[in-house]
C-alpha cells in the first residue's frame, strides 16, 4: 500500500462526512467548561485486545445485539483505533448504512484508512481525524455513538459531551462500554459516568453488565435542553 494512495483515500472518506453540517465553527468559543475530578488514564494503545480474542467471546456481536445497532443506522465509532469495531459496525450496518470511524491520533486514522482501503468489501466507512475535546461530528446525524473502553481516556469529559451531543439524532443513543474500575485503571465506575453524563443533559437508559467486553455497557439519551457551558456542575470523584 503507497502512502500516497491511503491519504488520497482517507481524504475522500472525510470528504464524504464533511458533506453533513457540523458541530464546531460557531461553537469552538464556548466554554469555559468544569474539568473533571478525577485522574485521567493514558492512551497505551489503540489495541484493547486481540482481535482474535475478542471474537473467541463474540463480543462485538453481544455489544451491537445489545446497542440495537441494525441494518441501515448511521453509527459512530469514537476512539475507533485499529478498527475492531469499525469493520464489524460496516458489516451490521450494511450498504444502506454508514459507519464514521473518528480517533484523535493522525498516524492510528491513517493507519485505519489504509485497513478499510485494503477490505475494499465495505464502502460505508468514514475515517475522520477528532480533537481530544471534540469529536467533530456532523449534527443529528447518528443513531449510535459507540465509545468502547475509551471513555477514562478523555481529559475533558464535559466539554467532549456537550460537543458530542448536538450529533445524535433524536431517538440516538450513546453507548459506553468500559470497566468497572477507578480511571486512572483504565475504567469508569458506573456512578462516574452516569453523573458526569447527566451534568451534560443525558440520561442513562440501561446498563449491562458485559464480561465478555471486560466490564459493562451502558446506553444514554439526551434528556433536556444542553445546558450552558458555565452552567455544568462536575462530580465528585467520592460521590
Known amino acids: 500500500m503507497r502512502r500516497g494512495a491511503a491519504l488520497l483515500f ?7 462526512c464533511d458533506s453533513a453540517p457540523r458541530t464546531d465553527g460557531d461553537q469552538d468559543k464556548a466554554g469555559p467548561f468544569p474539568p473533571a475530578d478525577r485522574p ?7 489495541r484493547w ?8 467471546l ?3 456481536t453481544e455489544v451491537m445485539n445489545k446497542a440495537g445497532i441494525k441494518a441501515g443506522m448511521t453509527v459512530a465509532d469514537i476512539g475507533a483505533g485499529e478498527g475492531y469495531y469499525t469493520i464489524r459496525l460496516g458489516e451490521r450496518v450494511g450498504a444502506k448504512g454508514r459507519v464514521v470511524a473518528e480517533d484523535i491520533v493522525p498516524a492510528v486514522t491513517e493507519a485505519l484508512s489504509q ?5 475494499r468489501k465495505l ?6 481525524l477528532g480533537l481530544p475535546a471534540n469529536p467533530k461530528l456532523p449534527d443529528k446525524s447518528f443513531d449510535r455513538v459507540l465509545m468502547v473502553h475509551m471513555y477514562h481516556e478523555v481529559e475533558q469529559p464535559y466539554e467532549f459531551l456537550w460537543r458530542m451531543r448536538p450529533s445524535l439524532k433524536p431517538d440516538g443513543l450513546v453507548v459506553v462500554v468500559d470497566a468497572n474500575r477507578p480511571t486512572q485503571n483504565h475504567g469508569t465506575p458506573p456512578l462516574l ?3 458526569e453524563f447527566a451534568a451534560v443533559g443525558y440520561a442513562m437508559v440501561e446498563m449491562h453488565d458485559m464480561p465478555s467486553a471486560g466490564g459493562y455497557l ?18 465528585k470523584l467520592a460521590d
Open 10 to 16: 482517507a481524504a475522500l472518506l472525510l470528504a464524504g
Open 40 to 46: 485521567v488514564a493514558h492512551i497505551v494503545s489503540s
Open 49 to 56: 485486545s486481540t482481535e482474535e480474542a475478542r471474537d473467541r
Open 58 to 60: 463474540n463480543e462485538a
Open 115 to 119: 485497513r478499510v482501503l485494503r477490505e
Open 123 to 128: 464502502g460505508n466507512i468514514f475515517v475522520q
Open 193 to 195: 459516568l452516569k453523573c
Open 218 to 235: 451502558a446506553t444514554f439519551r439526551v434528556a433536556g435542553p444542553r445546558p450552558e457551558p458555565r452552567a455544568i456542575r462536575p462530580c
